[in-house]
């Protein structure tokens, strides 16, 4: 079932939490591939109903980043919605989600600001923003997000926890192409030349994630070694590598415990990003 009514969509899972059912929620901006239909069946199997958002949100766009071209096709993600058992798919227009011009930003300042949130500036406040209302009309759930997008899961994380949402935010591990490239709606924008290259950044992860097997802990020698290996991509630009905590998102000195990699490259008009993690062995977390 497509609902575009935020009332209608209230009312549905009042309904179903009064009768004593779980929800699970994906949220999803379309153009779903299987990445999205794994968070869909990982809820499906947690909860009794899930329920899928399918939404463009201009507010997480800077000017001249790709929201008029965002691909789109509602037809075919209610078929792959259909697929993975999702019960109730919540697709507003702009106007729905955004009668008149927002007051209102959430901004999860320390978790947003580094990485992703020094390239694209105004993303995680758009993310933030639109993830609060979402949780807002979906109600008690919990909510399936994909690691690719670490970031992204650390700023709703905080921002649930600190705002007391209730709503439990559940991480699922990255999907990825026989390849090793992450899958991605952006990944359509990637020319023949380009998709052939673009298992660079997989192959960056995995250099840097073999030097902490090896009880590598300077971040930059990590880094340094990352760079080099998207360099030999001739068509790849780098806009960052990081290897930092995994928690805050920082190297505060040597890497210890858990640590996280993180890569973003431009292909052309595409702009990839992915991650991975590891324990530095014999450090303390
Ligand atoms: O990851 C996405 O697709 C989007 O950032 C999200 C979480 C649906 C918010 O628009």
């Known amino acids: 079932m497509v609902l575009g009514s935020i009332t209608e969509v209230r009312r549905m899972l009042d ?3 009064a009768a004593g059912r779980s929800i699970g929620f994906v949220p999803t901006m379309g153009y779903l591939h299987a990445g999205h239909q794994s968070l869909m069946r990982a809820s499906v199997v947690a909860n009794d109903i899930t329920a899928v958002s399918i939404f463009v949100n201009p507010l997480q766009f800077a000017a001249g980043e790709d929201l008029g071209s965002y691909p789109r096709d ?4 209610t078929d792959r919605c259909a697929d993975a058992g999702v019960d109730l798919i919540f697709a507003p227009s702009v106007e729905e989600m955004y009668p008149g011009p927002m007051a209102t930003v959430v901004d999860v300042a320390s978790v947003a600001s580094p990485l992703e949130g020094a390239f694209r500036p105004e993303h995680f406040a758009g993310v933030a923003t639109v993830v609060a209302k ?3 009309i979906m109600g008690e759930c919990r909510a399936y997000f994909g690691e690719k997008d670490w970031q992204q899961v650390a ?3 905080r921002m649930a926890a600190d705002l007391s ?3 439990e935010v559940v991480p699922c591990p990255t999907m990825r192409e026989p390849d090793g490239l992450a899958m991605s709606s952006r990944n359509v924008y990637l020319t023949p030349d380009e998709r052939a290259e673009a298992p660079v950044l997989r192959r960056a ?3 840097g994630l073999a030097m902490i097997a090896e009880g590598e802990t300077d971040p930059a020698m990590i880094e340094a070694v990352m760079t080099d290996t998207v360099a030999t991509a001739s068509l790849a630009a780098l806009d ?11 190297a505060d000195g040597p890497l210890h415990g858990e640590v996280r990699l993180l890569v973003a490259v431009r292909f052309g008009t595409a702009r990839l990003i992915d991650n991975d993690g590891g324990m530095v062995p014999g450090t303390p977390a």
Request: aromatic letters at 6%.
């Open 15 to 17: 309904a179903h939490r």
């Open 74 to 77: 509602l037809a075919r993600d």
């Open 134 to 136: 979402l949780f807002s």
């Open 155 to 157: 700023v709703v994380t």
């Open 165 to 167: 949402m209730p709503v």
């Open 205 to 207: 992860l995995d250099a």
């Open 240 to 250: 960052y590598v990081a290897a930092v905590q995994a928690d805050t998102l920082i």
